[in-house]
């Protein structure tokens, strides 16, 4: 049949034109399959770009309730707007997006114990005595009540971590369980010493003697991550800095409450937490202002909490706002500092980390 078809001009013609719409058909279906991958990425792309706002977004609105709490008041706690969820999603719905979904939450960074307080800042050579008291009592909390740690060595992971922040990198090793750059040197693979604050917290993890168990959690158990904080800085007058490593007994978590409290009492750490929370017709009934307020709570009348380790206020948190649009998510994570314009004497919001995720 071929041999007649191209033995006459109409067969030949036929062959061209079925070859000619062969070619057409390809051609467009392979336009269509360009069109559509472009039509999608081009959608994908318009939905990162909203997603990146609407999470900036709330990370706005963050900022300026931080700043509207700090203009009526000089105290920080969980009774506060920043801290109501109720309240924040009610700010997020009033932002112009009429697509998708945000969620947002407020943490108080200085809620938490401070890692470069263990160390006596600009010296950091030697121990902050109080701050390696707690230290101590914190992470033997931790293996009180958390069988999967109980192979934890509090003094080894103390003395490494003094020894990772301290400036002298030589064999005086911190008692007989630190370790210097010359121990991380033998890892695989190796590494050295900071000699200096930590500048991340997840650098905690390659200290001696810290597990990623330990660090992250494991179980239904959290890690020791979620309780420390590496800011926290203070810049003295000469430009030097420190850290007071004070803690805020209005929003710290249970853990740190228990290992604030002196030696034998941390079971009255509950106490503590619910006293704060405690309302009537849904309204706050204690005053949390100021630093001896945890003397008023059942039980705690004669107990002194080191006032070197407490404080009532902070300038300084995290912000998490998520954003949700036609199935995908985008989350930013920023820490900030409120502090005074030095132009305007007004309160700002100073980015010191910003992780888009």
């Given at each position: ?19 000619v ?18 039509l ?10 909203t997603l ?10 963050a ?7 700090k ?11 920043w801290?109501?969820p ?29 890692i470069?307080?263990l160390v ?15 230290w ?10 958390n ?34 750059s ?28 810290i ?9 239904e158990s ?6 420390l ?25 249970l853990?740190?409450?228990a290992?604030?409290?002196p ?30 307020w ?6 705690l ?14 300038d300084i ?15 930013i994570t ?19 980390r910003?992780?888009?995720?």
């Amino acid at each position: 049949m071929i041999s007649r078809l191209l033995g006459n001009n109409r067969g030949i013609a036929l062959l061209v034109t079925l070859g000619v719409i062969t070619v057409l058909i390809v051609a467009t279906l392979e336009m269509n399959r360009h069109t559509r991958s472009a039509l999608f990425s081009a959608a994908a792309t318009r939905d990162r770009m909203t997603l990146s706002q609407m999470a900036a977004s709330g990370i706005h609105a963050a900022k300026a309730l931080l700043i509207t709490d700090k203009n009526h008041s000089n105290s920080d706690s969980l009774q506060e707007d920043w801290a109501d969820p109720e309240i924040i999603s009610e700010i997020l719905a009033d932002l112009p997006f009429d697509d998708g979904q945000i969620t947002l939450t407020i943490s108080d960074e200085l809620g938490k114990i401070q890692i470069n307080s263990l160390v006596q800042f600009p010296e950091g050579n030697e121990f902050n005595p109080t701050q390696r008291m707690l230290w101590d009592q914190f992470l033997n909390l931790l293996i009180t009540q958390n069988e999967q740690f109980k192979e934890i060595e509090p003094e080894t992971i103390i003395n490494s971590a003094k020894d990772w922040m301290d400036s002298k990198d030589d064999d005086a090793i911190t008692g007989l369980s630190g370790a210097e750059s010359d121990y991380y040197q033998d890892l695989d693979p190796p590494y050295s010493c900071r000699n200096g604050p930590f500048t991340y917290l997840d650098e905690l993890a390659l200290v001696k003697g810290i597990s990623r168990d330990l660090f992250q959690g494991a179980d239904e158990s959290l890690g020791i991550s979620n309780f420390l904080t590496i800011h926290g800085i203070i810049e003295n007058a000469d430009h030097s800095f420190t850290y007071d490593g004070k803690i805020n007994i209005n929003t710290a978590q249970l853990p740190i409450l228990a290992a604030i409290l002196p030696l034998g009492h941390e079971d009255l750490a509950q106490a503590i937490y619910d006293y704060r929370q405690e309302t009537s017709d849904a309204v706050y009934i204690h005053d949390l202002s100021s630093a001896t307020w945890y003397k008023q709570v059942p039980g705690l009348g004669n107990i002194d909490i080191d006032p070197g380790l407490i404080t009532t206020s902070s300038d300084i948190f995290q912000l998490e706002s998520s954003a949700i649009l036609h199935a995908m998510k985008l989350t930013i994570t920023a820490i900030v500092k409120r502090e005074r314009d030095k132009k305007t004497g007004k309160w700002v919001c100073k980015v010191l980390r910003w992780v888009t995720e």
